[in-house]
């Protein structure tokens, strides 16, 4: 069958056109596969916010329906108030209205009275008439009488015509006495009507009282029962509300980390609708960059689907990462010679001289504490100088800096970063070029292991210098949005006495750079341990606040306001141009956590316990990083250098470094607030014998109880 085949011309075409027909469609695959790998990570990003921006808005429904059931408990508990008010005014109706029948009762018998005094002064009256009545009628007998003997004798005498006029005079005056009787027996007669008339109102209205009494007795009891049935449902409506109110305490606290407890329904609404406020700007910025990273993909694939036949060559696309940083180019391009190997002690001595010579009064526990902590950034990657602004806190490491001749790398941070991109660089897809920082620059050129391969391989011109990135006012920007990812890769790095190191161990530090254009690998930056970061940060209302992730990474050293001022000297050091200390100097002052005498470790873990046990009832517990980042600071502080102060300085620095700065927003007004302050106080003033810094946590904790209540760690000047 295959000799018939090759035989025939048409078949053996046939079979050549279908192998190339197979091994273009193999290419396509292959670059179709590529742009699509290109495409990944931004496609991958995009998911992501996809499903960062659902989450954000599930919790935003949640909080939405629990803010609305929270209002309408409000509002039953408000309508039960209101009901509770009438019945409390009809109840007081009621009471007045009985109490009002006593007065009506007391005054029936003030009329009964008057109608039994009536009475008898008209029984009395009467028999007065009666007896006038007889008298008058015996007189007119008298006198028929008196007209009968007259006409009998014709005439009367002197003697009894007086007598008769005396008794005429006697008889008009019983006549008026009688007519005057009558009339007061009138009047007496019509206030006794009126008396009758009264004394039958008031029993009508006595009758209908004690009709109606049953019935207001019978609505009292029944006002009373439904008061009883309200005062009831209203307490089943607070546990209610202090049930919903508990839940969101919690919520709050696992989403925002806000340490402050507050109380009543409408304090919690209100901090419910902040917080409502804040996820709907996150989603809206989450939406936005969404938006972003849709249009970035589609152009990425149209710049996919035009002819790449015209790629920028490696050197026109990597070109500004691979240039030297200004920072590494004092010399006029020739490396400055590394300073003799010196002792540490003396090193410290020349920044207490540089200070001093640009009139910087830093005590000297300050500079301690600041050298402690860059050196131990193998477990804590920031060291944070934060405070007030004009406090000297970028002026403490660039002077630092120019003393011990490390290099020094500012970095202005601003309000719009959101991505690491702003740290790094970009790609211009106008230019077709890498766009890169200073920072950028340095980490090409200071990595010892040259893992982005930018670098000549014989070129160790930089990898043993040591370098300070600054960020200045790095909380301009919320540090997680372009600092987050680089922590992790800061952390993620293998420790600096790991030995026989190799490039998988190193493969989770290392920073990948996404640059179109470049035929080999995506380009990866490594941070080495020569690299050291440092960030400000101003405590105003322009700023954010610190998240627990950068807070369990960084020492966060605060300056308080200063008493007194100086005058500062703003001229430039020269000493990190004329001397470089070599990493090598460096890694040999930094101790090894496990080298710390056995008295030592043995304070050190029992004050790290406490210090545990005091979080964990106050709700802020801390891990095993921030135990080892204790300890390495307490193994590394330069004690010998103290006047044999022990490990008790060193661990009153951590206490201010790192668990007070992760009190921010504990409820001073609450018992576990209030006991976890006390029990630190007694631990730094007790145990530790730093007695300034638990006055100042006292008097902190007292001030700030009388305003919002919260605690707020404001540093302390020594």
């Given at each position: 069958?295959?000799?018939?085949l090759?035989?025939?011309?048409?078949?053996?075409?046939?079979?050549l056109?279908?192998?190339?027909l197979?091994?273009?469609l193999?290419?396509?695959?292959?670059?179709?596969?590529e742009?699509?790998?290109?495409?990944?990570?931004?496609?991958a990003e995009?998911?992501?916010?996809?499903?960062?921006?659902?989450?954000?808005?599930?919790?935003?429904?949640?909080?939405?329906?629990?803010l609305?059931?929270?209002?309408?408990?409000?509002?039953?508990?408000?309508?039960l108030?209101?009901?509770?008010?009438?019945?409390?005014?009809?109840?007081?109706?009621?009471?007045?209205?009985?109490?009002?029948?006593?007065?009506?009762?007391?005054?029936i018998?003030?009329?009964?009275?008057?109608?039994?005094?009536?009475?008898?002064?008209?029984a009395?009256?009467?028999?007065?008439?009666?007896?006038?009545?007889?008298?008058?009628e015996?007189?007119?007998?008298?006198q028929?009488?008196i007209?009968?003997?007259?006409?009998?004798?014709?005439?009367?005498?002197?003697?009894?015509s007086a007598?008769?006029?005396?008794?005429?005079?006697?008889?008009?005056?019983?006549?008026?006495?009688?007519?005057?009787?009558?009339?007061?027996?009138?009047?007496?007669?019509?206030e006794?009507?009126?008396?009758?008339?009264?004394?039958?109102?008031?029993k009508?209205?006595?009758e209908?009282?004690?009709?109606?009494?049953?019935?207001l007795?019978?609505?009292?009891?029944?006002?009373?029962?439904?008061l009883?049935?309200?005062k009831?449902?209203?307490?089943?409506?607070?546990?209610?509300?202090?049930?919903?109110?508990a839940?969101?305490?919690?919520?709050?606290?696992?989403?925002?980390?806000?340490?402050?407890?507050l109380?009543?329904?409408?304090?919690?609404?209100?901090?419910?609708?902040?917080?409502?406020e804040?996820?709907?700007?996150?989603?809206?910025?989450?939406?936005a960059?969404?938006e972003q990273?849709?249009?970035?993909?589609?152009?990425?694939?149209?710049?996919?689907?035009?002819?790449?036949?015209?790629?920028?060559?490696?050197?026109?696309?990597?070109?500004?990462?691979?240039?030297?940083?200004v920072?590494?180019d004092?010399g006029?391009?020739?490396?400055?010679?590394?300073?003799?190997?010196?002792?540490?002690e003396?090193?410290?001595?020349?920044?207490?001289?540089h200070?001093?010579s640009?009139?910087l009064e830093?005590p000297?526990?300050?500079?301690?504490a600041?050298?402690?902590?860059?050196?131990?950034?193998?477990v804590?990657q920031?060291?944070?100088?934060a405070?007030?602004?004009?406090?000297?806190?970028?002026?403490?490491?660039?002077?630092?800096?120019?003393?011990m001749?490390?290099?020094?790398?500012?970095i202005?941070?601003?309000?719009?970063?959101?991505?690491?991109?702003?740290l790094?660089?970009?790609?211009?897809?106008?230019?077709?070029?890498?766009?890169a920082?200073?920072?950028a620059?340095?980490?090409?050129?200071?990595?010892?292991?040259?893992?982005?391969?930018l670098?000549?391989?014989?070129?160790?011109?930089?990898?043993?210098?040591?370098?300070?990135?600054?960020?200045?006012?790095?909380?301009?920007?919320?540090v997680?949005y372009?600092?987050?990812?680089?922590?992790?890769?800061?952390?993620?790095?293998?420790?600096?006495?790991?030995?026989?190191?190799?490039?998988n161990?190193?493969?989770?530090?290392?920073?990948?750079?996404?640059i179109r254009?470049?035929?080999?690998?995506?380009?990866?930056?490594y941070?080495?341990?020569?690299?050291?970061f440092?960030?400000?940060m101003?405590?105003?209302?322009?700023?954010?606040?610190?998240?627990?992730k950068?807070l369990?990474?960084?020492n966060?050293?605060?300056f308080?306001?200063?008493?007194?001022?100086?005058?500062?000297?703003?001229?430039?050091?020269?000493?990190?141009?004329?001397?470089?200390?070599?990493?090598?100097?460096?890694?040999?002052?930094?101790?090894?956590?496990?080298?710390?005498?056995?008295?030592?470790?043995s304070?050190?873990?029992?004050?790290?316990?406490?210090?545990?046990?005091?979080m964990?009832?106050?709700?802020?517990?801390?891990?095993?990083r921030?135990?080892?980042a204790?300890?390495?600071?307490?193994?590394?502080?330069?004690?010998?250098?103290?006047h044999?102060?022990?490990v008790?300085?060193?661990?009153?620095?951590?206490?201010?470094?790192?668990?007070?700065?992760?009190?921010?927003?504990l409820?001073l007004?609450?018992?576990?607030?209030?006991?976890?302050?006390k029990?630190?106080?007694?631990?730094?003033?007790?145990?530790?014998?730093?007695e300034?810094?638990?006055d100042?946590?006292e008097?902190?904790?007292?001030?700030?109880?009388?305003?919002?209540?919260?605690?707020?760690?404001?540093?302390?000047?020594?």
């Amino acid at each position: 069958m295959i000799e018939m085949l090759l035989a025939s011309p048409y078949a053996v075409l046939s079979v050549l056109l279908g192998f190339v027909l197979f091994i273009a469609l193999a290419a396509a695959s292959l670059v179709l596969y590529e742009r699509q790998r290109r495409n990944l990570p931004a496609v991958a990003e995009w998911v992501d916010l996809g499903e960062r921006i659902e989450r954000k808005r599930s919790e935003l429904a949640v909080i939405e329906e629990k803010l609305a059931e929270l209002g309408r408990q409000a509002g039953e508990r408000d309508h039960l108030l209101a009901e509770i008010d009438a019945l409390r005014t009809q109840r007081e109706a009621v009471q007045l209205e009985y109490a009002g029948l006593a007065d009506a009762r007391a005054q029936i018998d003030d009329v009964k009275m008057q109608a039994a005094q009536a009475a008898t002064e008209l029984a009395k009256s009467q028999d007065e008439l009666s007896e006038l009545q007889k008298r008058r009628e015996e007189a007119s007998a008298l006198q028929r009488r008196i007209e009968e003997m007259k006409a009998q004798l014709g005439g009367l005498p002197h003697e009894l015509s007086a007598e008769i006029e005396a008794l005429q005079t006697t008889l008009s005056s019983l006549e008026r006495e009688l007519d005057e009787k009558r009339a007061e027996r009138g009047t007496v007669r019509a206030e006794a009507a009126a008396a009758e008339q009264q004394l039958l109102d008031m029993k009508r209205q006595r009758e209908a009282l004690l009709e109606e009494l049953p019935t207001l007795a019978a609505r009292a009891t029944d006002a009373k029962g439904e008061l009883d049935i309200l005062k009831e449902m209203l307490r089943q409506a607070n546990q209610a509300t202090e049930a919903v109110r508990a839940e969101v305490t919690q919520t709050h606290s696992d989403l925002i980390a806000t340490r402050h407890a507050l109380s009543g329904a409408t304090a919690e609404v209100q901090e419910l609708a902040a917080r409502k406020e804040i996820l709907h700007s996150t989603v809206t910025e989450l939406a936005a960059k969404k938006e972003q990273l849709e249009r970035e993909v589609e152009s990425r694939q149209q710049l996919g689907r035009q002819d790449d036949a015209g790629a920028p060559s490696q050197q026109e696309v990597l070109g500004d990462l691979m240039r030297l940083p200004v920072v590494l180019d004092g010399g006029g391009g020739k490396p400055v010679a590394y300073a003799q190997l010196e002792s540490e002690e003396a090193a410290l001595q020349r920044v207490t001289q540089h200070l001093k010579s640009h009139n910087l009064e830093y005590p000297e526990r300050v500079i301690y504490a600041f050298h402690t902590a860059l050196k131990i950034n193998d477990v804590a990657q920031l060291t944070v100088l934060a405070g007030v602004s004009g406090t000297g806190k970028s002026l403490l490491p660039r002077r630092y800096a120019e003393a011990m001749g490390i290099r020094f790398l500012p970095i202005a941070v601003e309000p719009r970063w959101d991505s690491p991109q702003d740290l790094l660089g970009f790609y211009n897809y106008v230019e077709k070029k890498f766009k890169a920082t200073e920072l950028a620059r340095a980490l090409v050129h200071l990595d010892p292991y040259n893992t982005s391969s930018l670098v000549s391989p014989d070129d160790k011109s930089f990898s043993n210098d040591v370098m300070i990135v600054l960020l200045d006012e790095m909380n301009l920007a919320r540090v997680e949005y372009y600092f987050s990812e680089f922590l992790s890769r800061l952390e993620a790095r293998p420790s600096l006495f790991s030995k026989g190191e190799q490039p998988n161990q190193r493969r989770d530090a290392e920073i990948p750079v996404d640059i179109r254009g470049r035929q080999e690998s995506t380009v990866r930056l490594y941070p080495p341990h020569n690299m050291l970061f440092v960030g400000t940060m101003n405590d105003d209302e322009s700023t954010q606040a610190l998240s627990e992730k950068v807070l369990d990474r960084g020492n966060v050293m605060q300056f308080a306001a200063p008493n007194a001022f100086a005058d500062v000297k703003n001229t430039e050091g020269s000493l990190a141009m004329e001397r470089r200390l070599a990493f090598a100097t460096w890694k040999g002052w930094i101790k090894p956590s496990d080298r710390m005498p056995e008295a030592d470790r043995s304070t050190t873990k029992d004050v790290i316990t406490k210090l545990q046990n005091i979080m964990m009832e106050c709700g802020h517990p801390f891990g095993h990083r921030l135990h080892a980042a204790m300890t390495a600071y307490v193994a590394n502080y330069p004690v010998g250098l103290a006047h044999g102060i022990g490990v008790n300085r060193p661990l009153a620095d951590q206490i201010e470094f790192r668990i007070l700065p992760k009190l921010r927003g504990l409820a001073l007004d609450t018992e576990a607030g209030n006991t976890a302050i006390k029990r630190l106080r007694d631990l730094i003033k007790h145990d530790l014998q730093d007695e300034l810094l638990a006055d100042a946590l006292e008097a902190h904790a007292e001030r700030q109880s009388r305003g919002g209540g919260l605690f707020n760690w404001r540093g302390l000047m020594r």
